[in-house]
């Protein structure tokens, strides 16, 4: 039976993507980039052993990366991808393989019907290539300024995962190390051997940016609902804080830290996207720290929360409950606040006012309520 591996190159620094941690183990979907991609070749029947290539310094976020993940195991790559790719071919040559993959970390959407497209193809090629049709129409451009039109026509955008015979790309990296190279085909086109092309996917794309990411994690996220609930009770005092916004009034309100009874809510509302429990657990009571503290940062904490796990706020509506204060006057200050605590545009937040027609703790004027729901793509 022919054996095929895979090898994914995840060594890289990515010094486009400007993020705290290289671009392969940014937060994408609940995981990282490389998990998912790494989720993808060990979901597939046909693929063996799963070699990565990672950065020497990376070995703990490899290890998070690929935690329970069957069939794969890290080596260290080296300076250039190129170096990356010849010392995995060297730790699987081992086993030696009939084929391999080469496939990037930072496409995580490749897909089983492309990696079959590629086995497929080896069945009576030495080295297949994935490709994608270029659409736009391309311009050579000199100085800011279009120099020529250049045919689309017998060109196509190249793809991973890109497969060969193990023991033919092997010496090819073996032959021409030290060479720069763009990819793999190209240095076994350069050693004399034919790449077929097969049909790649416009999904498979590699996340090169933060933008890239973004719109990634954008397009695979559910839609998650959180709420949240407060109230806080009226005390001696002459204004009371609401949305981040001093607003006066006959009392203030009791509560640990600046009682801002909206903002609770609001931060438990965005916790309850992630199940990430309330904000007592957070930022506990019995804490002296948070004494009279600015409950603005107890709703960014529960936001960059959100953020890590690869999630975006996608609309923050919140309801305050009360006789008195009227809120109306205040309500553009305070959408602006919160739009300005989250970073968000105001079209994203939503603040709402209604009495209980002097029913109730909030009629009787003992305090204010406050509800929340957060909506986020996760
Ligand atoms: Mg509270």
Not at 171 to 190: P, S, Y
Not at 301 to 309: D, I, K, M, P
Request: hydrophobic share 45%; net charge neutral.
């Amino acid at each position: 039976m022919t054996t095929c591996a895979a090898l994914i190159v995840a060594a890289g620094r990515g010094q486009r993507f400007g993020g705290s941690q290289p671009k392969q183990y940014a937060p994408l979907n609940g995981g990282t980039v490389l998990r998912r991609t790494l989720k993808a070749f060990c979901a597939h029947a046909g693929v063996g052993e799963i070699v990565v290539a990672i950065h020497p310094d990376d070995a703990a976020l490899f290890a998070e990366s690929a935690k329970g993940l069957p069939r794969v195991r890290a080596v260290h790559g080296g300076a250039q991808r190129q170096d990356s790719v010849r010392l995995g071919l060297e730790a699987l040559a081992k086993n030696s393989p009939d084929l391999v993959l080469i496939h990037d970390g930072a496409r995580p959407n490749i897909s089983a019907v492309v990696i079959d497209a590629v086995v497929a193809g080896l069945a009576d090629a030495d080295g297949v290539l994935p490709a994608v049709a270029v659409v736009d129409t391309l311009k050579r451009v000199s100085g800011g300024t279009v120099g020529e039109t250049v045919s689309r026509e017998n060109l196509v955008r190249a793809q991973t995962p890109q497969g060969f015979r193990f023991s033919l790309i092997l010496a090819a990296h073996q032959k021409f190390a030290g060479e720069a190279l763009t990819d793999d085909t190209a240095l076994f086109e350069r050693a004399g051997h034919a790449v077929r092309i097969v049909a790649g996917d416009e999904s498979n794309v590699k996340v090169t940016t933060m933008d890239d990411l973004a719109r990634m994690n954008a397009a695979l996220g559910e839609v998650r609902i959180g709420q949240g609930f407060d109230v806080h009770k009226f005390a001696p005092g002459n204004s009371v804080m609401l949305c981040g916004i001093s607003v006066p009034h006959s009392h203030g309100l009791e509560g640990h830290s600046d009682a801002d009874v909206a903002l609770h809510a609001a931060t438990d509302a965005i916790l309850g996207t992630i199940g990430a429990g309330d904000i007592g657990q957070h930022f506990p009571p019995s804490d002296p720290k948070w004494r009279g503290a600015a409950s603005h940062q107890f709703l960014r904490h529960a936001y960059e929360l959100l953020q890590a796990r690869g999630g975006a706020l996608t609309h923050l509506d919140i309801t305050i409950i009360c006789e008195r204060p009227k809120v109306g006057p205040h309500r553009a200050a305070m959408v602006a606040s919160i739009a300005k605590i989250l970073d968000l545009d105001e079209s994203r937040i939503s603040v709402k006012a209604t009495t209980t027609e002097g029913l109730g703790f909030t009629g009787r004027g003992e305090g204010i309520a406050a509800q929340a729901v957060a909506t986020a793509k996760v």
